[in-house]
């Protein structure tokens, strides 16, 4: 039995270490499925299983555990940078302004609070326990080390961690109560908060509409479509043309005759110009048939060559009338304008004979097995630019040290400049959602289980010996108060969607395991470009935040 009491006891053993996460974190898994009064937590679960395992006794190696921790930290904020990278920057143009003075208010209303306890109760805590506190209440690590080396800085060797780890996990419950009670103060239907986003981001993104043309209009008789795309000056598809009673797909220079029956592919705004110039909409036909020669088939893009491609550098007109009417990637559509960039798992609409499709889709590749392939390449290239930036040192003037973003700022603004840029370098960043998921609830276990681990045995001692009661009555007025205000002013004066304000509340705690609690209320990924969108601005605020107030507060 002497294996197995090593197995149970060598906190240095590879296999010691892999047993202790194996059971924190699947202990936490199952009881996070367990829902009371209709709410699970999921995956944060294993942050409460992982204090529990630490208070018992459960140990690994220090090194060990700072690595799996910073280490899944990084795999799950890479990866959410990657989805939503994108749309990252149409998300900040359209609503990012919104969002980042929100997350302002938030930061700042916390700080307010923070100050005003310390002062109210100066005579019962000191400076370093009440930032201890606040970054338990924001659930901000990376402040929290930040603040922790600051005071080292200036010759404290005061522990600020307990007060942490008392506020972190009420927290983490309070962020969860505050998403729960915006849901019931304003009467929210979750479905419905889905379909009015996808209604708006049609809006938004302006999804092609398909509408049919008959040309009355004599200065149409003999020019070709390229000539009538430059006269109009508005981007748009025909897709099929009706002439003599055939049914063929043109090509930029095939003619157009008084009589034609033209099926236009546009955006919304510029419908009534094309209808105007060639003659006037004709409601009563519709050119995709079941009995028309022009097949319409969806192609994937898959080939890696393809990557970055503008659509006009693929020539269309060499393929014999086959024409892109739309492009959809992450479930939004677009209209193909000339200038737009192809990526690895896009759709295109096509519209064509069949020989021409066939040959468009063996260029495009069109073969999702080819998907399944991971890149491996860009994936460990991206996360050494993001190391590298988290690293960089960020200098203030009168900061004690300099202030860097650390292993999960950097990783996640090089995942979204990866994501969004990369195939204009035409880097593959596409990986499968199964993948992508997958990676992302692995670094999230990691990271739970880990910061579970490390403060189990400071939380509870905390409260048996009192201060923990006190530290947590604390920590609730700044998680509860700035989120609430900021919750409601969002969806009271800027209309916001429920799941972007979920999202936000999570980005503005900078912390990932709500996040994915705010996540599996939608599976529309909403929650997750509202967080990123001011991620990483929130979270360098919080890392400044206790080293601003050290300034401020600090005496000899």
């Known amino acids: 039995?002497?294996?197995?009491?090593?197995?149970?006891?060598?906190?240095?053993?590879?296999?010691?270490?892999?047993?202790?996460?194996?059971?924190v974190i699947t202990v936490g898994l199952l009881l996070g499925r367990i829902k009371i009064f209709g709410i699970s937590l999921g995956v944060t679960f294993v942050l409460f299983a992982g204090l529990a395992a630490g208070y018992f006794g459960f140990t690994v190696n220090t090194t060990v555990l700072h690595f799996l921790r910073d280490f899944g930290l990084i795999l799950f904020v890479f990866f959410i940078g990657l989805q939503v990278g994108p749309s990252f920057f149409a998300t900040f143009k359209s609503?990012?302004?919104?969002?980042?003075?929100?997350?302002?208010?938030?930061?700042?209303l916390s700080l307010l609070i923070t100050i005003s306890l310390y002062f109210i109760f100066s005579s019962s805590i000191s400076l370093p326990e009440i930032l201890g506190i606040m970054f338990g209440a924001v659930t901000s690590t990376p402040g929290l080390g930040a603040t922790q080396e600051a005071l080292q800085s200036l010759g404290s060797k005061q522990d600020i961690t307990v007060g942490y780890a008392c506020a972190y996990p009420f927290a983490i419950l309070s962020v969860i109560g505050v998403i729960l009670g915006l849901k019931k103060l304003f009467g929210v239907n979750l479905a419905q908060e889905d379909k009015y986003w996808e209604e708006a981001q049609q809006v938004k993104n302006r999804a092609p509409i398909y509408y049919h043309v008959k040309t009355t209009n004599k200065a149409l008789q003999g020019i070709t479509l390229r000539e009538i795309r430059e006269i109009i000056g508005r981007p748009f598809?025909?897709?099929?043309?009706?002439?003599?009673?055939?049914?063929?797909?043109?090509?930029?220079?095939?003619?157009?005759?008084?009589?034609?029956?033209?099926?236009i592919v546009s955006n919304a705004e510029h419908k009534t110009a094309v209808c105007a110039f060639c003659g006037e909409e004709d409601p009563s036909i519709d050119l995709a048939t079941a009995h028309s020669p022009i097949r319409n088939e969806r192609i994937r893009v898959t080939d890696s060559k393809m990557n970055g491609v503008m659509i006009e550098d693929l020539h269309l007109s060499r393929f014999d009338g086959v024409n892109i009417t739309r492009v959809t990637r992450a479930g939004v559509t677009f209209f193909p304008y000339n200038t737009l960039r192809l990526q690895l798992g896009d759709t295109l609409s096509c519209v064509g004979p069949k020989n021409a499709i066939a040959r468009l889709a063996a260029l495009m590749g069109n073969r999702e097995k080819q998907l399944e392939k991971p890149n491996v390449v860009a994936i460990f290239a991206g996360l050494a630019f993001g190391v590298i930036i988290g690293a960089f040192p960020i200098a203030f003037p009168y900061m004690p040290v300099t202030i860097q973003l650390g292993l999960a700022g950097g990783p996640l603004i090089a995942a979204i400049l990866l994501g969004y840029f990369g195939p204009r370098f035409h880097l593959v960043t596409y990986t499968t959602h199964s993948a992508n998921l997958m990676l992302r609830e692995w670094g999230q276990a990691f990271f739970l289980a880990s910061v579970g681990l490390a403060a189990g045995g400071p939380f509870f001692n905390s409260f048996i010996n009192g201060s923990g009661f006190f530290y947590v009555a604390l920590g609730l007025p700044i998680t509860i108060i700035p989120l609430a205000t900021v919750?409601?002013?969002?969806?009271?004066?800027?209309?916001?969607?429920?799941?972007?304000?979920?999202?936000?509340?999570?980005?503005?705690?900078?912390?990932?395991?709500?996040?994915?609690?705010?996540?599996s209320l939608s599976d529309k990924g909403i929650a997750l470009i509202s967080y990123s969108t001011v991620y990483p601005l929130a979270m360098f605020l919080r890392i400044i935040s206790g080293q601003v107030l050290l300034m401020l507060l600090w005496t000899a």
Do not use: K, Q
Not at 496 to 514: D, K, P, R, Y
């Open 1 to 23: 039995m002497d294996w197995l009491v090593s197995l149970w006891s060598d906190s240095n053993s590879v296999g010691h270490i892999l047993l202790v996460y194996a059971i």
């Open 95 to 108: 609503s990012g302004f919104e969002l980042t003075g929100l997350m302002l208010l938030a930061v700042g």
């Open 237 to 263: 598809i025909c897709s099929r043309v009706m002439h003599n009673g055939t049914i063929t797909s043109p090509t930029a220079d095939s003619y157009i005759y008084l009589g034609d029956r033209l099926r």
């Open 487 to 519: 919750g409601i002013l969002a969806r009271t004066r800027y209309r916001m969607n429920f799941h972007s304000i979920a999202g936000l509340l999570a980005g503005c705690s900078t912390n990932t395991s709500l996040l994915g609690f705010a996540s």
